[in-house]
T-cell receptor, first 115, second 114 residues
């Protein structure tokens, strides 16, 4: 069965450094999402992406964040200058279409630790 | 704004027994979707069960069923005949009918004891 994959599984970075989290969505999916979960807190929506542009974003997704689909298979989340509070588990998800966007398939997550 | 509350951070159940996980939510929307997702240790979140708010009948998927009380804004998950593979974090989630983002609860960690 197709799966969403994410790399790396764990990323450690120093405060102020740029980090790129990578996701490979399911191949025939058109909608892509990033969520994050700070330890002990809720999973929070960051951004959704369709047709090479952001379709929705939350207030968390400020200018420090950007997303890109650089090559038709990868979907990346970049944090330009990491802060301690960016430490979290980041989940990528994809869905086939807007009407069935509730059928989002999640990746296993990347644990980001900012020191 | 939509909020989802799971008041049980951890639960345990004996193998083959039944357990119920609680979830409440708050919304002003009239039509929406509710979900339970399961996340086994170090694995992806996978969809367990889905309920459309306009459907009065409670959704059922094999050993998993929900008790959807729309007026009370309650959406509990019942797992019957618990199996060791049910050990996971369970997330309750909400989506509006027009949106494409989930609103999640904080999760309930369920351990099935042999």
């Amino acid at each position: 069965e197709p799966e969403v994959t994410q790399t790396p599984s764990h990323q450690v970075t120093q405060m102020g450094q740029e980090v790129i989290l990578r996701c490979v969505p399911i191949s025939n999916h058109l909608y892509f999402y990033w969520y994050r979960q700070i330890l002990g807190q809720k999973v929070e929506f960051l951004v959704s992406f369709y047709n090479n542009e952001i379709s929705e974003k939350s207030e968390i997704f400020d200018d420090q964040f950007s997303v890109e689909r650089p090559d038709g298979s990868n979907f990346t989340l970049k944090i330009r200058s990491t802060k301690l509070e960016d430490s979290a588990m980041y989940f990528c998800a994809s869905s086939e279409a807007k009407l069935t966007s509730y059928e989002q398939y999640f990746g296993p997550g990347t644990r980001l630790t900012v020191t | 704004a939509q909020t989802v509350t799971q008041s049980q951070p951890e639960m345990s159940v004996q193998e083959a027994e039944t357990v119920t996980l609680s979830c409440t939510y708050d919304t002003s929307e009239s039509n929406y979707y509710l979900f339970w997702y399961k996340q086994p240790p170090s694995r992806q979140m996978i969809l367990v069960i889905r309920q459309e708010a306009y459907k009065q009948q409670n959704a059922t998927e094999n050993r998993f069923s929900v008790n959807f009380q729309k007026a009370a804004k309650s959406f509990s998950l019942k797992i019957s005949d618990s199996q060791l593979g049910d050990t996971a974090m369970y997330f309750c989630a909400f989506m509006t009918s027009t949106g494409n983002q989930f609103y999640f609860g904080t999760g309930t960690s369920l351990t099935v004891i042999p």
